[in-house]
């Protein structure tokens, strides 16, 4: 069985319109469905925006027996080689407001008992989309000064919950893919206007793209 930790339900309609929903119910406050698309077996977990919820969704699909974890959902770019519109496959994620440098050394976002600041997604090799590294933190702006850090960081796209998804999986031994679909692009006029602007055509680029993410993994 995936499970699936989406944000809101824009995001999550990219798939649900294209499942046979077999039960829905709420665990921890949080929207849950369980059914088949494309033939295969989902749990699809609604869980909010922001790493605390993203990480609450990933152990409620992980308790619920997920054998793999995929989010899917709109981001932001950072810079030229992504576009409004464009759906991506995450190779990496970063968290870029975790930050126990001054205890422990080392890049800005190496979790405790970590030697690396991204950790590594799974990648299935079938899905041929281009790959991009996230960053994931709780703030959603325009702020220069994280823009530079994210660039510093080496990311290509940010969002807010990913990483923290990808830290759950790390730690419960189970495959995480993260695919994205650009909404906003920095330095192209208001991030908040762009979202608005584009969340609908974003969603749909993933919407066509669901049988083919999903039979990959």
Same mark, same amino acid.
């Given at each position: 069985?995936?499970?699936?930790?989406?944000?809101? %339900?824009?995001?999550?309609?990219?798939?649900?319109?294209?499942?046979?929903?077999?039960?829905?119910?709420?665990?921890?406050?949080?929207?849950? +469905?369980?059914?088949?698309?494309?033939?295969?077996e989902?749990?699809?977990?609604?869980?909010?925006?922001?790493?605390? !919820? @993203?990480?609450?969704?990933?152990?409620?699909?992980?308790?619920?027996?997920?054998?793999?974890?995929? !989010?899917?959902?709109?981001?932001?770019?950072?810079?030229?080689?992504?576009?409004?519109?464009?759906?991506y496959?995450?190779?990496?994620?970063?968290?870029? %407001?975790?930050? =126990?440098?001054?205890?422990?050394?080392?890049?800005i976002?190496?979790?405790?008992?970590? &030697?690396?600041?991204?950790?590594?997604?799974?990648?299935?090799?079938?899905? !041929?989309?281009?790959?991009?590294?996230?960053?994931t933190g %709780?703030?959603?702006n325009?702020?220069?000064?994280d823009?530079?850090?994210?660039?510093?960081?080496?990311?290509?796209?940010?969002?807010?919950?990913?990483? @923290? =998804?990808?830290?759950? *999986?790390?730690?419960?031994?189970?495959?995480?893919?993260?695919?994205?679909?650009? +909404?906003?692009?920095?330095?192209m006029? +208001? &991030? &908040?206007?762009?979202?608005?602007?584009?969340?609908?055509?974003? *969603?749909?680029?993933?919407?066509?793209?669901?049988?083919?993410?999903?039979? *990959?993994?």
């Amino acid at each position: 069985m995936i499970g699936c930790v989406i944000a809101f %339900d824009a995001e999550a309609n990219a798939l649900l319109s294209q499942t046979e929903i077999i039960e829905k119910t709420e665990v921890l406050g949080k929207s849950v +469905s369980r059914g088949r698309a494309f033939g295969i077996e989902i749990v699809l977990v609604e869980c909010g925006v922001g790493k605390v !919820n @993203a990480a609450t969704g990933a152990a409620i699909v992980l308790s619920m027996g997920a054998e793999k974890v995929l !989010n899917f959902g709109v981001a932001g770019g950072l810079h030229g080689n992504t576009e409004v519109g464009g759906v991506y496959l995450m190779e990496k994620a970063v968290q870029y %407001d975790f930050d =126990i440098t001054q205890l422990e050394g080392g890049k800005i976002g190496t979790l405790d008992g970590e &030697t690396e600041n991204f950790l590594p997604l799974f990648v299935p090799e079938a899905l !041929n989309l281009p790959l991009r590294a996230l960053g994931t933190g %709780d703030r959603f702006n325009d702020s220069p000064t994280d823009h530079a850090l994210l660039l510093e960081l080496g990311c290509d796209v940010r969002e807010m919950e990913a990483g @923290a =998804i990808a830290q759950v *999986c790390k730690n419960a031994g189970v495959p995480f893919t993260s695919v994205k679909a650009i +909404s906003d692009v920095y330095g192209m006029g +208001s &991030t &908040t206007e762009q979202f608005t602007q584009n969340t609908a055509r974003a *969603c749909e680029n993933l919407r066509a793209n669901m049988q083919k993410i999903l039979e *990959c993994l």
